[in-house]
Nanobody, 113 residues
C-alpha cells in the first residue's frame, strides 16, 4: 500500500489549503485514515481522522477550521484547511489503516503572518 500526499504550500494567515492523500496498491478496504502534523523538534500530533463510516474527530486546535473527508471509491482522503494560522505551519503526514498502518511522505504547509 502506498500513500501519496499532496496540496501543501505557502499561504498567508487566514488563507486556505486543501490536502489530498491517495492510496494505491493492494487495498481491499481502508479502515481508519487521518492526518498528523509535525514541527521539527516536536512530537507528531494528530490533526484529524476519519473512520470507515465517516465519523470524524479533530484536534481542539483545528476544530471549526479544518474538515476531513474521504472518497472511498477512489481511496482518497482530503483535509480542507481554512482560516490558517502561523501555528499551523508543519509537515502534514497522512496515514491509513489497512492490514497495518501506512504513512504518506509528508507535505509541507507554511503559513506566513
Amino acid at each position: 500500500v502506498q500513500l501519496q500526499a499532496s496540496g501543501g504550500g505557502l499561504v498567508q494567515a487566514g488563507g486556505s489549503l486543501r490536502l489530498s492523500c491517495a492510496a494505491s496498491g493492494s487495498i481491499f478496504s481502508i479502515n481508519h485514515m487521518g492526518w498528523y502534523r509535525q514541527v521539527p523538534g516536536n512530537a507528531r500530533e494528530l490533526v484529524a481522522d476519519i473512520s470507515s463510516d465517516s465519523s470524524t474527530r479533530y484536534a481542539d486546535s483545528v476544530k471549526g477550521r479544518f474538515t476531513i473527508s474521504r472518497d472511498n471509491a477512489k481511496n482518497t482522503m482530503f483535509l480542507q484547511m481554512n482560516s490558517l494560522k502561523p501555528e499551523d505551519t508543519a509537515v502534514y503526514y497522512c496515514y491509513a489503516v489497512v492490514d497495518g498502518v501506512y504513512w504518506g511522505q509528508g507535505t509541507l504547509v507554511t503559513v506566513s503572518s
